[in-house]
């Protein structure tokens, strides 16, 4: 079973910046990918961006350019950097860890930007 902390979130105006991090605990040996993916009130979880062992990085089409998803895999965590923020960039983020053919959550941190 693997364990995710996340870390980060509040509340930023819009074109500002945040940082949020997750780190894995437990069973992390064999853990692929890593990343987040959040949900806003009323919509359903969507990908953020996604980030392999390998450092091979997927991210959805509204956040190119604006996140940047990294990670340590010494530290089993897996970062987020949000710039530029919008205020339909306000969900509750979540972070995933798939280790074999499971997939592990975090708790949720809650993002909010106004405009």
């Known amino acids: 079973q693997v364990q995710l902390v996340e870390s980060g979130g509040g509340l930023v105006q819009a074109g500002g910046s945040l940082g949020l991090s997750c780190a894995a605990s437990?069973?992390?040996?064999?853990?692929?990918?890593m990343g987040w993916y959040r949900q806003a009130p009323g919509k359903q979880r969507e990908l953020v961006a996604t980030?392999?062992?390998?450092?091979?990085?997927n991210y959805a089409d509204s956040v190119k350019g604006r996140f940047t998803v990294s990670r340590d895999n010494a530290k089993s965590t897996v970062y987020l950097q949000m710039n530029s923020l919008k205020p339909e960039d306000t969900a509750v983020y979540f972070c995933y860890a798939r280790r074999l053919a499971y997939d592990n959550w975090g708790q949720g941190t809650q993002v909010t930007v106004s405009s």
């Open positions: 980030i392999t062992r390998g450092a091979n990085t």
């Open positions: 437990g069973s992390i040996s064999s853990i692929n990918t």
